[in-house]
């Protein structure tokens, strides 16, 4: 596998720091706070020519939670014309696993879905799945 470049977007410090010492055996990982600081830091990302492979995405944020995250990234993408097969893969984390918020996040075109507490096979499962082995 390839080593990837990932983000991390979770509110709480400390499922934050969990999951970025699970997910850092297979590259390099950044973290953000909230919505606002992903999309900021997406973008960047972007505009420097070195996206991110990978982000985790919890949904349940403060100030922008991760569904409208995930809507506002891919118009982003869309609106740079990054098709699709190109664009960032992204996993919503979080506590809620009822079928609402399931089935948004895959509207949205999430490409995995993971809930907590995070386990290292659930982990290796979905990165080596959404990233290719």
Do not use: W
């Amino acid at each position: 596998m390839k080593t990837l470049r990932m983000l991390v977007v979770e509110d709480e410090f400390l499922s934050r720091n969990l999951l970025i010492r699970m997910i850092q055996r297979y590259g390099t990982v950044d973290g953000a706070v909230d919505g606002n600081e992903a999309m900021s830091a997406l973008k960047a990302a972007y505009e420097d020519g070195h996206p991110y492979d990978l982000v985790f995405l919890d949904i349940m944020m403060p100030v922008k939670d991760g569904q409208t995250t995930l809507q506002e990234l891919r118009l982003f993408e869309e609106s740079r014309g990054i098709l699709p097969t190109d664009s960032c893969r992204v996993i919503m984390v979080t506590a809620l696993g009822d079928a609402k918020n399931v089935m948004a996040a895959f509207k949205h075109q999430c490409e995995g879905y993971i809930t907590k507490p995070y386990s290292m096979e659930a982990i290796k499962e979905i990165v080596e799945k959404v990233a290719g082995s």
